[in-house]
């Protein structure tokens, strides 16, 4: 198993390019079981959660190939099998993906009950509902989610709480539905815009994704296109505060500026310096940071996937921070392993307290969810002395070349096999 070294306390400094958004591609991948044409999705991460679901997709009989330059060519001309098998759902929960796309275009579809992450419960009832609403017949047995439907058929349908994935599933479900579906309290993320830009592309009819209410036309059927995915916010972030925490001065090339406000302000307040173009943004640091609260909630607001990272930051910055989760119930697993580091953080219910010290001293830590694992790599550059990050296959599953970026910019970190 891979761990990371990392000897801390040099200051980031220098330029590299964000990689495609994870989030945005395993959607937009997933989309090609809509159509029997190709699929052409370019700045596709290289990533382990991409690998899987290209597994996936491959298993269920769609042709997959690929280019040196990132580009991922997709064709659903037949599918075989409708299934997602437990042994890679249980990899990655985003296998939920092709449950819409699968019911939309082969009227059924199997999906193991998800694992991924071990962030709290994080069920998929309101993907369901939006299914069952559309008129399909879900049943769960031996672990498996089985949907059936003739044809699907618009419907309003009203999430009970916001969900990203959901939202997604639903969107892409509706694309070949009779009739126009209305999806309310829809997700805001960036990610979900660009899976409709896509949708769009390929001859789907989605309006209003960026709102809370999304409107989608049915079609008949959907044809190929070629797409480019979105940058990636969330890598954008981790840099940006991995560059704040270390004293640093850095530019991100390749980067979506416009949906980052959240984490821009909550770099500005503590005292970093972050300007911006269209497609970058760079961030100085002017000595030790003052804590900042952080409060997490859904897009617009402050993103629940850069929670962590804020926490190593704030574990040595000035005064006394509190970082509150408000998306997902068990979400501090990072705690324990910063607090091996040096850091003084107190956890109550969805609270954390964190009380900055002088410095963090560098010792060795288990990774054990993806920003996790971004939090104990952004607190061993920090540290004082050697960190050694074990399991970094968490953060394989969403960083693209994480070692190699950060060592650009003056690191001292390298992957033991
Ligand atoms: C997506 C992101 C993930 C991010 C999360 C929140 C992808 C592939 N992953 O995950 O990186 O951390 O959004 O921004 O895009 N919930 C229910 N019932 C449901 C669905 C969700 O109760 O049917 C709850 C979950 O348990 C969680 C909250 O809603 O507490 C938000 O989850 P959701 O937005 O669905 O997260 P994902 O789409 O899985």
């Not at 969810?369 to 952004?378: C, E, F, I």
């Amino acid at each position: 198993m891979d761990r990371l070294v990392i000897e801390g306390g040099v200051r980031l400094a220098g330029e590299v390019a964000v990689s495609g958004a994870k989030n945005a591609t395993l959607p937009i991948l997933t989309a090609a079981l809509l159509t029997a044409e190709p699929l052409t999705v370019s700045n596709v991460p290289h990533l382990r959660d991409v690998t899987t679901m290209l597994n996936l997709l491959a298993q269920m009989g769609v042709a997959v190939s690929m280019d040196e330059r990132l580009g991922v060519e997709l064709t659903a001309a037949r599918i075989a099998e409708p299934v997602a098998p437990y042994e890679l759902v249980k990899t990655m929960r985003a296998s939920v993906l092709v449950l819409g796309p699968l019911t939309a275009r082969c009227g059924e579809a199997r999906v193991s009950l998800p694992g991924g992450c071990a962030i709290g419960l994080r069920p998929v009832d309101q993907h369901l509902k939006g299914l069952q609403a559309m008129g399909a017949e879900v049943a769960i047995e031996h672990g498996y989610i089985s949907v059936r439907a003739k044809r699907l058929k618009g419907a309003r349908i009203r999430m009970d709480l916001v969900t990203v994935t959901g939202t997604e599933n639903i969107m892409m479900a509706a694309t070949l539905a009779d009739g126009t579906t209305v999806i309310e309290n829809a997700a805001r993320e960036p990610e979900v815009v660009d899976l409709a830009h896509c949708l769009n592309a390929m001859g789907a009819r989605v309006q209003g994704a960026g709102s809370d209410v999304i409107t989608i036309e049915g079609a008949d059927r959907l044809h190929g296109a070629r797409y480019r995915v979105m940058p990636d916010r969330i890598e954008t972030g981790t840099f940006l505060v991995a560059a704040a925490a270390t004293g640093g001065s850095i530019r991100l090339t390749g980067a979506r500026p416009d949906v980052l406000d959240a984490v821009r302000e909550k770099l500005r307040e503590p005292g970093a310096h972050v300007t911006t173009g269209p497609d970058w943004i760079a961030l100085e640091t002017n000595g030790a940071l003052s804590a900042v609260n952080v409060r997490t909630a859904p897009y617009p607001g402050f993103p629940t996937d850069m929670q962590a990272q804020f926490m190593a930051l704030d574990s040595i910055a000035r005064g006394t921070a509190l970082v509150t989760e408000t998306v997902f119930e068990n979400r501090f697993m990072h705690v324990q392993e910063l607090k091996r580091l040096g850091a003084d953080i107190e956890v109550e219910g969805n609270n954390a307290v964190v009380k900055g010290v002088a410095h963090l001293d560098g010792a060795t830590v288990m990774a054990t969810d993806l920003r996790a694992s971004a939090s104990l790599v952004l607190a061993g550059l920090i540290a004082r002395g050697t960190t050694t990050v074990d399991r970094v296959y968490h953060l394989d599953r969403g960083y693209e070349r994480i070692e190699e970026k950060l060592s650009k910019l003056g690191a001292r970190i390298r992957r033991v096999r």
